[in-house]
């Protein structure tokens, strides 16, 4: 049987930071693919190194951060090919800026949304608007490359997208980032966050996402801030492969 070293055959996670949210604290993190032809797939940037207070909400208590990993695994930031962007809230665009030899794959109405000037994404705009960076904008559901795949999912911004990602030996792996934060909110009656931005949209974006786990025997689901979860789950410099 032939290989088709072109598709994934790791998967890292990488926690970059938590904040001390109960009952099981809330993780920042983001993702790297690698494919058997060597093509490095950074997803999300995570953090920035300077996160700014917000009144009421707790403090940040920092790990190493996504340059920081990476080096745990001997990148450094121009050895990344692909950045994946799902959305540019600052906890997932913090050092974009710093992967300009990538080239940056988003949806096209986020990207419009925030290049207009929408105050969501301003406070990251340094990072994710840096004048060196090369974007590549798409329009809903795309298969990146073989065994990885764009899923477009609306409801916590507009033009956010999730990740499936097919693994030789654990299978398929879907991670929801922020369209599903919790395993207690992947259920069609869910409630939103509140940073979510349109209710309808996150509904039909998680039964999306549900359809898709038992239509392609999704063996393993990632969500983007569950820290029970990602307590038991490999993270650099273990990996899913």
Same mark, same amino acid.
């Given at each position: @049987?032939?290989?088709?070293? #072109? ?6 996670? @990488?926690?970059?930071?938590?904040? !001390? ?5 809330? =993780? ?10 060597g093509k490095n797939i950074l ?9 700014p207070t917000r009144p009421g909400? $707790? ?11 990476? *080096? ?5 930031? +121009? ?6 962007? #799902?959305?540019?809230?600052? &906890?997932? !665009? ?13 949806? %096209? =109405?986020? /990207? ?13 705009? $340094?990072?994710? &608007?840096?004048?060196?960076?090369? /974007? ?10 073989? +065994?990885?795949?764009?899923?477009? #999912?609306?409801?916590?911004?507009? +033009? ?9 030996? #654990? ?10 934060? %919790?395993?207690? *909110?992947?259920? $069609?009656?869910?409630?939103? +966050? ?22 392609? %025997? ?5 969500f983007g801030h569950d820290g ?8 650099? =410099?273990?990996?899913?492969?």
């Open positions: @049987m032939t290989i088709n070293t #072109t598709t994934p055959q790791r998967l890292y996670l @990488m926690q970059v930071a938590s904040a !001390a949210v109960p009952p099981h604290g809330l =993780p920042f993190v983001c993702y790297l693919v690698q494919t058997g032809d997803i999300d940037s995570g953090l920035p190194t300077e996160v909400f $707790p403090a940040v208590e920092h790990d190493k951060d996504v340059i920081e990993q990476l *080096a745990l695994l001997g990148l450094k930031p +121009g050895d990344i090919d692909i950045l994946v962007c #799902t959305h540019f809230d600052l &906890d997932h !665009a913090g050092h974009h800026d710093a992967f300009t030899n990538a080239e940056l794959i988003v949806q %096209r =109405p986020h /990207y419009e949304l925030a290049r207009g000037g929408h105050q969501r994404f301003a406070i990251s705009r $340094p990072q994710w &608007d840096h004048p060196e960076l090369r /974007y590549r904008l798409i329009d809903g559901d795309s298969e990146l490359l073989p +065994g990885l795949e764009l899923i477009e #999912t609306s409801g916590h911004a507009p +033009g956010h997208q999730s990740v499936l990602v097919r693994l030789p030996e #654990t299978g398929p792996v879907l991670l929801t980032i922020d369209a599903v934060p %919790r395993q207690e *909110a992947f259920t $069609p009656d869910r409630t939103p +966050g509140p940073f979510d931005d349109n209710l309808e949209q996150l509904k039909a974006s998680t039964r999306k996402l549900l359809d898709l786990v038992e239509h392609e %025997r999704v063996s393993l689901v990632v029970a979860q990602w307590q038991t789950l490999k993270k650099v =410099p273990e990996y899913y492969s």
